[in-house]
């Protein structure tokens, strides 16, 4: 198996401009998970879905972020418009069930830098 | 608000010394516990776990104790080796449906040759 797949490893953008980071999991797997890692906060849940559905958002910081998963197979995280300090690291990761003690299995990241 | 707590950032180890990494909690009902390695330009991978019926658990070089009174745990490498130089992740959850991790800061190690 390919692992959980995200694109683009890289992004440098300007303020104001949109971002979109995609996710492909772990085919069978059914939860999915949007992460963002900064040195001051370290690794924080963004968003979470099962079997397609969004289950906890409260992680996302404001509405500029948005996260879709429009099947199985596949995930957006947006931000619109962008800010410095999105700047980040966004992982995202998923596991076979639900989050019940599963080992979640993380993508290498996108990093994100807003100029 | 950490209720995940890795407060140093940071260790360095001669290479077949013990390393000890701690991480202490602070929500009661976290009873499931992990850690995760990171290496740069990659994603967190999974490491050992620990539920909290347990104090101890063990798997090769990797042992993590769990200290429920002191909400206290810590991850045990014996020996270090050069190639355990990563991030760690301590994480928390508590098990039920719907459940998710929340994760410490993480702490850099570094294995000396």
């Known amino acids: 198996d390919a692992g959980v797949i995200q694109s683009p490893r890289h992004e440098v953008t300007e303020m104001g401009q949109e971002v979109t980071l995609r996710c492909k999991p772990i085919s069978g797997h059914n939860s999915l998970f949007w992460y963002r890692q900064t040195m001051m906060r370290g690794l924080e849940l963004l968003i979470y879905?099962?079997?397609?559905?969004?289950?906890?958002d409260s992680g996302m910081p404001e509405d500029r972020f948005s996260a879709k998963m429009p099947n199985a197979s596949f995930s957006t995280l947006k931000i619109q418009p962008s800010e410095p300090r999105d700047s980040a690291v966004y992982f995202c990761?998923?596991?076979?069930?639900?989050?019940?003690?599963?080992?979640?299995?993380f993508g290498p990241g996108t990093r994100l830098t807003v100029l | 608000d950490q209720q995940v707590k890795q407060n140093s950032p940071s260790l360095s180890v001669q290479e077949g010394r013990i390393s000890i990494l701690n991480c202490d909690y602070t929500?009661?009902?976290?009873?499931?516990f992990l850690w995760y390695k990171k290496y740069p330009a990659e994603g967190p991978t999974f490491l050992i776990s620990i539920s909290s019926i347990k104090d101890k658990n063990e798997d090769g070089r990797f042992t993590v104790f769990l200290n429920k009174s002191a909400k206290h745990l810590s991850l045990h490498i014996v020996p270090s080796q050069p190639g355990d130089s990563a991030v760690y992740f301590c994480?928390?959850?508590?098990?039920?449906?719907?459940?998710?991790?929340?994760f410490g800061k993480g702490i850099t190690l570094s294995v000396r040759p």
């Open positions: 929500n009661s009902m976290f009873d499931y």
């Open positions: 879905f099962n079997n397609n559905v969004p289950i906890d």
């Open positions: 990761a998923s596991t076979g069930r639900d989050s019940y003690t599963d080992t979640q299995y």
């Open positions: 994480a928390a959850q508590w098990t039920g449906a719907n459940s998710k991790l929340t």
